[in-house]
């Protein structure tokens, strides 16, 4: 008989934290055994408390890659321009209690590697239904 071999440990330790509060945990930062990163529904509360925030320029970028392969809708460049078009940056800036910016590529405009990018992202979701409708997709093509 082949029996699994199970990693030994000699302690774990499991601390449940089934709420948002503790879920972004803010008793262990109060009390100094944590120094990681607070949600954005916490910011507010940790400012009260006398907590300094530091953040910076790009923390990180959140890409999305698109299925590209023969035969994937998003050959087509206006359909991955309709979806550019289609995302409220703002909004989701405003979802993350402002802990973040709106983004024309993964480095700053102020960056010498931005560079002269032809397509401005915005947020125009009428442009985006027309590009859809350009590339050949509407409610009828379903």
Do not use: C
């Given at each position: 008989?082949?029996?699994?071999?199970?990693?030994?440990v000699?302690?774990?330790?499991?601390?449940?934290?089934?709420?948002?509060?503790?879920?972004?945990?803010?008793?262990?930062?109060?009390?100094?055994?944590?120094?990681?990163d607070?949600?954005?529904?916490?910011?507010?509360?940790?400012?009260?408390?006398?907590?300094?925030?530091?953040?910076?320029?790009?923390?990180?970028?959140?890409?999305?890659?698109?299925?590209?392969?023969?035969?994937?809708?998003?050959?087509d460049?206006?359909?991955?321009k309709?979806?550019?078009?289609?995302?409220?940056?703002?909004?989701v800036?405003?979802?993350?209690?402002?802990?973040?910016?709106?983004?024309?590529?993964?480095?700053?405009?102020?960056?010498?590697?931005?560079?002269?990018?032809?397509?401005?992202?915005?947020?125009?979701?009428?442009?985006?239904?027309?590009?859809?409708?350009?590339?050949?997709?509407?409610?009828?093509?379903?």
């Open positions: 008989m082949n029996k699994k071999r199970i990693p030994k000699d302690k774990l330790i499991l601390i449940p934290m089934p709420e948002a509060l503790t879920r972004t945990q803010r008793a262990a930062r109060r009390t100094g055994r944590s120094d990681r607070a949600g954005a529904d916490a910011v507010p509360q940790l400012k009260s408390a006398g907590m300094r925030i530091v953040d910076n320029i790009t923390p990180h970028v959140w890409n999305y890659h698109l299925s590209v392969l023969p035969g994937s809708p998003w050959t460049v206006r359909l991955r309709a979806l550019n078009l289609a995302i409220d940056r703002e909004a800036v405003g979802l993350m209690n402002g802990l973040g910016q709106t983004r024309q590529g993964p480095v700053d405009p102020s960056s010498p590697w931005f560079g002269k990018p032809s397509f401005d992202l915005k947020y125009d979701l009428a442009a985006a239904k027309k590009l859809v409708q350009e590339a050949g997709y509407s409610k009828k093509s379903r």
